[in-house]
């Protein structure tokens, strides 16, 4: 099992965990130990039979046993026995139509039904007015759900941080592009769309984790919805047209309607090109096109860092190698300010050991002027 897979199996394990009522403590750590098994250049697996996942920050004994459950055995027991008791396609489906998720597992254990198809038969044959605690309003809610799910914009977004995570999973698992809003890094995404060069993605996207149900397919276009209650479109363009589709499928639609008719290009930077139009990045297609861009914030533009942590807390480097790093990056000052003892999740700094950390901090900003070392505390 290859690390992208890997990944997507503690992704799918930490939604299912949070459904189910565990604390966002424990759902963090699975989600970030998928991100770290995704970026990680070595083999996982390999590393798990050695013994040695430990080794990778983040990785505790929990997340290690259901790591090694799933390179012995490809399976991961507990995901299918979650998977059985969340209903996680009922609760996405739910979700989107703005039902939540008890009551979407009430309504499945009600129907005895775990899927969209068996739902939409079991509405169709009229049997949701038998269910206790289904009145009409909420029937006909439902009933008319079911009936335009394709085109229902769901009532609340994923925050910017799990949105650009999810789309880049999904679209890295279809070899394609994020696109929609994640990728104008708005606040809160609603509206995630892929665009794939190869059709055949779009046969794979229904076993995506990420996807508890397909609402609508053909022959180049899918929608599924994952288990947050979110839209995804998978939208297959060929090479002529890759760059086009792709600024349609980025959005936001009025952006893009102020641009006007788009000729087919096979990158973003042809079609802006084509149109007479200066390239602007994703996250600036929020207006009118004829308005001028404002100058984006760069790399180079920042100048130091005004809270950090040396080892003197829970930092993982010490007053010099922080203030080398940052150097390193360009930076002409730092602020240190590391947690004292008033902060007691952590060991931090008495009196005596801010007067030595001060000493410290003078001596290093001698040897290394005309950079800076700010000093502060975290109380």
Not at 237 to 259: N, R
Not at 274 to 302: K, Q, T, Y
Not at 327 to 345: F, N, P
Request: glycine share 10%; aromatic share 4%.
């Amino acid at each position: 099992m290859d690390n992208p897979m890997l990944a997507e199996r503690l992704d799918a394990f930490a939604a299912l965990l949070e459904l189910n009522g565990s604390g966002f403590y424990t759902t963090r750590a699975y989600r970030r130990a998928a991100e770290l098994i995704r970026s990680t250049p070595a083999d996982v697996a390999s590393i798990v039979r050695a013994g040695r996942v430990r080794e990778l920050k983040g990785i505790g004994p929990g997340i290690e046993a259901r790591l090694r459950e799933l390179v012995e055995t490809g399976e991961l027991s507990e995901l299918r026995e979650l998977e059985a008791e969340v209903m996680p396609e009922l609760v996405g489906v739910g979700r989107l139509i703005g039902l939540s998720p008890t009551r979407m597992r009430e309504l499945g254990t009600a129907l005895d039904v775990r899927t969209l198809a068996a739902l939409r038969e079991a509405v169709a044959a009229g049997r949701l007015e038998g269910v206790r605690g289904i009145g009409p309003k909420t029937a006909e809610k439902i009933r008319a759900g079911l009936t335009g799910l394709e085109d229902v914009r769901p009532r609340r977004g994923v925050l910017l941080s799990r949105a650009r995570a999810l789309g880049g999973e999904i679209a890295a698992a279809l070899e394609g592009e994020p696109a929609g809003d994640p990728r104008r890094w708005c606040d809160l995404s609603s509206r995630f769309a892929v665009v794939v060069r190869d059709p055949a993605a779009l046969d794979f996207f229904a076993s995506l984790p990420q996807i508890v149900s397909v609402l609508e397919r053909d022959e180049d276009r899918a929608v599924g919805v994952t288990v947050e209650g979110i839209p995804v479109e998978v939208i297959a363009a060929t090479p002529e047209s890759f760059g086009t589709v792709l600024v349609h499928a980025t959005g936001s639609p009025e952006y893009v309607a102020s641009l006007g008719p788009l000729p087919e290009r096979a990158t973003e930077l042809e079609v802006y090109s084509s149109i007479g139009c200066p390239f602007r990045p994703p996250e600036l297609r929020e207006v009118d096109a004829a308005d001028p861009p404002p100058d984006l914030l760069e790399l180079d533009h920042i100048r130091g860092d005004l809270h950090m942590h040396s080892t003197a807390s829970d930092g993982k480097a010490t007053v010099l190698q922080l203030a080398l790093a940052a150097r390193e990056l360009g930076y002409e000052y730092i602020a240190i300010c590391d947690h004292t003892k008033a902060v007691r999740v952590v060991e931090g700094l008495d009196a005596d050991g801010l007067r030595r950390q001060a000493e410290e901090i003078g001596a290093v900003n001698e040897e290394l002027a005309p950079f800076r070392i700010l000093r502060g505390s975290e109380c």
